[in-house]
Nanobody, 117 residues
Framework: QVHLVESGGDLVQPGGSLTLSCAAS????????MGWYRQAPRAQRELVAIVETDGNTYYSASVKGRFTMSRDNTKKTVYLQMNSVEPEDTGVYLC???????????WGQGTQVTVSS
């Protein structure tokens, strides 16, 4: 059974930092591109960042330069280092695993990030 378990969400002040983690189980981790998405209230789910199987990363324009995504294949875990957070970063952050060799696509339950003073 596949599980993606996010953690690290919290209430943080504007300008602060936060690190999210997503631990995967039940998949051959090296076969999956991993992504972070966020769901803000009354908004569509949007892509935040992706780390591909070879370690290449992509970021949305709104977070580029502030967020860093990384993966540890031995721990089957991805991270999202969030710096200089803004109120607009508030939302539920969801982890996604997309198999590069098949249509398999999985989601975690999400972790809440609230940026507020």
């Amino acid at each position: 059974q596949v599980h993606l378990v996010e953690s690290g969400g919290d209430l943080v002040q504007p300008g602060g930092s936060l690190t999210l983690s997503c631990a995967a189980s039940g998949i051959i981790f090296n076969f999956y591109n991993m992504g972070w998405y966020r769901q803000a209230p009354r908004a569509q789910r949007e892509l935040v960042a992706i780390v591909e199987t070879d370690g290449n990363t992509y970021y949305s324009a709104s977070v580029k330069g502030r967020f860093t995504m990384s993966r540890d294949n031995t721990k089957k875990t991805v991270y999202l280092q969030m710096n200089s957070v803004e109120p607009e970063d508030t939302g539920v952050y969801l982890c996604n695993a997309k198999n590069v060799r098949s249509p398999q696509n999985y989601w975690g339950q999400g972790t809440q990030v609230t940026v507020s003073s």
